[in-house]
């Protein structure tokens, strides 16, 4: 998949919507989102949710159980909840 990740902001399923910081409208592609979880690299996004994956990087701010980026809320679903909060403090990210 050629994408550019650096400018990627998060990854939403559907047909897996690609979000871009520089475009306005999302990328489409027909890869399951499992498939691009498994291709990005790890250190730089996270599954937060059955529905998304997201630029670590691009996290403006964490309120509760949801994250801001770009102007977006995107839900940290309860699944994912603990892996996100034990990333966050080993890491201390934002």
């Given at each position: ?27 489409l592609t ?19 949710h ?13 309120e ?28 201390q990210?934002?």
């Open positions: 998949m050629i994408c550019r990740f650096k400018s990627s902001s998060h990854f939403q399923k559907d047909y897996v919507k690609i979000y871009l910081t520089t475009e306005q409208r999302p990328v027909l890869m399951t989102l499992k498939k691009l979880e498994e291709e990005l690299p790890k250190n730089n996004f996270m599954r937060v059955r529905s998304y994956i997201v630029a670590l990087d691009k996290i403006e701010r964490i509760r159980n949801q994250l801001i980026i770009n102007n977006q809320r995107i839900n940290i679903s309860e699944a994912y909840r603990d892996h996100f909060r034990k990333f966050m403090d080993d890491n990210f934002l």
